[in-house]
């Protein structure tokens, strides 16, 4: 250790040369190696377009699509052989307000034969609508509705688009960012 | 002349056999049901809202009262979720106590079901009976960690506590015990005339449909499909464990019973391998900052929970708190699938089916 040591003037040169490194730990870039999924390249194969971005993450994949491409590519995914997720486990929303297009509509996909996964997610603009997975999963049509109704993201050709957890007539949509934590002031608990 | 007449009938929110505050909007041709439309939400407390604005340690008591009836699962899965997040490995003495309450846990959870599913079709037994084995669970819960039902006796990194004195003597008592108990609550239902003539063809789902509308666990399983995380995805100790997963193809009340009551008898088996093997060590992995920071990034986790598969999504924006908390939960899927359920059958047969399905409002609704 010692004798390999460059002396203090060198270092501090060297340093000074090497562009930022990036500061991560061993237990983090574990975390963000790439990790084989099949079903990225086959979606990738067809749909070379469609794949803005791939995140990498604990061993698990994100794909970024294009909004009005998502029913296509879960129709794909669903019957294409060698994908063939058939189920979707999970489908929620994320608000990031600062951005252009606000919102993250993400699907959490499995499938029981391949037993692999594949997170699909579009980014969705203020008002925008999704085009519906429910034709393509049935469990996609209490999710979407929970989605509209905490997000307020509508969704193109969903059969029942009510709000599912909260009253009908409810003001706001408490999931976005900018919603008070302890609701609008007519919405607070009293005591009477 | 005659005429026929829908008839439109609210079930609930207060009603007994609900299991907490569900209202069904029946539409009945007589006693047949044309169509079936729940609504939920009376329960909605706004916990993913509120997780967003706490840090991430004090999210487990949040998760508990989700799915207050298996509480351990529901903390389970939303740690393991924190621990992928930020990259933490836990001591194998920890995965292995953490398998062992779990599975107590879906024993307490598979008896409550048991209990109520039976009393709300008539059989009030085999609710005593249930419950005289959960207090002895709960009983355990208690001397572990203090709590009976919200019990939060994971941390991120490990667990509460170590095991105290005499808890696993106690343990493996009632895995010695419990078998027999099973075979109790068979005798008193599985030939019984009336719970047959309740739950035989009541209820049917085909496994295409399970898997179309997200219903998974003892659900799925029932309809031929034998897909269980614990199988597929190994998280806590469950990968050097010996089980078995039961399945039955007839996807009906009466063979997600079977199925139900055999997952009992797996998790006696599994809590019994993992207090063979308990091996000695840490409980908890060192260097843990309570005020916590996760690297950017977003994970999805899953486990098998009782009712069904309980997934944690957490997305981190390099804070201390999650920037976003998504809780799936079996109860709310599983639930959406009724109508497809209960069309064609009778309005008594809506109780058993609610039953059958194992909800928890507080899961269902958030």
């Known amino acids: 250790m010692t004798e390999s040591t460059p002396p203090p003037d060198e270092k501090q040169t060297d340093q000074a040369a090497a562009p930022a490194a990036p500061r991560m730990s061993p237990e983090e870039q574990k975390l963000r190696r790439e990790v084989l999924s099949v079903a990225l390249d086959r979606l990738r194969e067809r749909f070379p377009d469609c794949v803005l971005e791939v995140a990498y993450y604990a061993d698990q994949v994100t794909v970024l699509v294009p909004r009005e491409m998502v029913a296509e590519i879960l129709v794909f995914l669903r019957d294409d052989d060698v994908t063939a997720f058939d ?44 085009p519906s997975a429910v034709p393509i999963y ?55 | ?20 505050v569900l209202r069904l909007e029946l539409t009945l041709d007589g ?21 967003e604005n706490k840090i991430y340690v004090m999210i487990p008591p949040l998760c508990d009262r989700l799915d207050y009836v298996a509480s ?59 419950f005289r084995e959960r207090e002895m669970i709960l009983d355990m819960f208690e001397s572990f960690c203090g709590a009976r039902l919200t019990t939060n006796m994971f941390r991120v990194g490990g667990i509460l506590d170590d095991l105290p004195p005499g808890w696993t003597a106690a343990c493996r008592h009632f895995i010695d015990l419990f078998p027999s108990r099973i075979k109790e609550y068979e005798g008193l239902l599985s030939t019984n005339r009336i719970w047959l003539e309740r739950t035989k063809g009541v209820g049917y789902i085909s496994a295409e449909d399970c898997i179309s509308w997200g219903v998974t666990g003892p659900m799925l399983r029932a309809s031929g499909v034998a897909y269980d995380i614990r199988k597929t995805e190994p998280y806590a100790a469950y990968d050097r464990m010996e089980f078995d997963v039961p399945t039955h193809k007839d996807g009906d009340t009466y063979a997600r019973y079977l199925v139900r009551l055999e997952e009992l008898r797996q998790s006696t088996r599994i809590v019994r391998q993992a207090l063979d093997g308990l091996p000695e060590g840490d409980i908890r992995a060192s260097k843990l900052k309570t005020r916590m920071k996760a690297p950017v990034g977003e994970v999805y986790h899953e486990i098998e929970g009782p009712r069904g598969v309980q997934g944690f999504y957490l997305v981190s924006d390099g804070g201390e708190k999650p920037y976003r908390c998504h809780f799936r939960s079996p109860s709310f899927v599983n639930l959406a699938a009724i109508g497809d359920m209960s069309r064609g059958g009778l309005v008594a047969d809506i109780v058993a089916i609610i039953g059958t399905i194992d909800i928890v409002l507080g899961d269902c609704d958030r």
């Not at chain 1, 993250?104 to 969705?124: E, F, G, M």
């Not at chain 1, 209490?142 to 009908?168: A, K, N, V």
Request: hydrophobic share 40%.
């Open chain 1, 138 to 192: 049935k469990a996609a049509n209490w999710h979407e509705r929970e989605i509209f109704d905490l997000f307020g993201i509508p969704f193109d050709g969903h059969p029942d688009l009510r709000r599912i957890l909260l009253p009908d007539e409810w003001r706001g949509y408490p999931l976005r960012k900018e919603f008070p934590l302890e609701g609008f002031p007519e919405q607070h608990m009293r005591l009477r």
């Open chain 2, 72 to 130: 351990g699962s529901q903390n389970l899965g939303y740690i393991q979720a924190v621990e992928m997040l930020a990259g933490i490995e836990v001591p194998e003495r920890a995965r292995y106590i953490r398998t062992i309450l779990a599975e107590l846990n879906r024993i307490s959870s598979h008896l409550v079901w048991l209990g109520t599913h039976a009393l709300d079709i008539g059989a009030m037994t085999v609710f005593f009976y249930c």
């Open chain 2, 1 to 20: 002349m005659f005429r026929t007449e829908m008839m439109e009938i609210n079930m609930g929110p207060q009603h007994p056999s609900t299991h907490g």
């Open chain 2, 31 to 51: 006693e047949t049901i044309v169509d079936v439309r729940p609504v939920i939400g009376y329960l909605h407390r706004g916990v993913e809202k509120l997780s």
């Open chain 1, 87 to 130: 189920l979707l486990a999970d489908q929620t929303a994320a608000d990031w307000p600062e951005r252009g297009k606000r919102f993250d509509v993400i699907y959490h996909l499995y499938s029981i034969p391949k037993n692999h996964r594949l997170r699909v997610k579009a980014h969705v603009g203020e008002g925008e609508p999704v």
